[in-house]
């Protein structure tokens, strides 16, 4: 089985880390609030503490993760995590053992938002051929999403 990263691990990230725990993956959770990292364990995920506004911090949770998931489709501060951020990510994951990025490219901003995540997103793609999955269903739809969510992890660990 997989590592799989679940870069913002709020109230879905938990739910996709409940069904990855059940499909025999162990998971990573990341919060930029140490008050909740109870909640990632107590969804079976191993808490880490950073922030996807500074990459840097993010760093030490790549370690032994073959998936990731950037789960910023309804992050408050979302434009610059949806461009410049993503970017710099992407160019430090070439360094890592992630094989997969699974990105949320639906939710309440602006589409013009999400539009240029999957740019950036699928630029990385072609320069560095770390395989992509595009997360579109909407994050309102919760049973949708979760599914969606699920879907993208496994068609990129070849299940």
């Known amino acids: 089985m997989a590592r799989v990263l679940i870069i913002g691990c709020g109230c879905r990230g938990q739910a996709l880390a409940r069904d990855l725990r059940g499909a025999g993956h162990a998971v990573r959770g990341t919060t930029r609030d140490p008050a909740r990292t109870a909640a990632i364990e107590a969804a079976g995920a191993e808490p880490y503490v950073g922030d996807p506004d500074r990459i840097g911090t993010l760093m030490e949770a790549l370690g032994g993760v073959t998936i990731l998931c950037w789960l910023m489709g309804t992050a408050e501060a979302a434009p610059e995590l949806h461009d410049g951020r993503l970017r710099m990510l992407w160019e430090k994951l070439v ?17 013009a938002v999400y539009a240029r995540g999957r740019e950036v997103a699928a630029a990385a793609h072609a320069t560095w051929r770390i395989p992509l999955r595009v997360l579109e269903d909407d994050p309102a739809d919760h049973a949708a999403w979760r599914r969606g969510a699920g879907l993208a992890v496994s068609s990129l660990l070849g299940a």
């Not at 360094?95 to 589409?111: C, I, M, N, S, W």
């Open 95 to 111: 360094d890592t053992p992630v094989r997969g990025v699974v990105y949320e490219g639906a939710g309440p901003l602006d589409a």
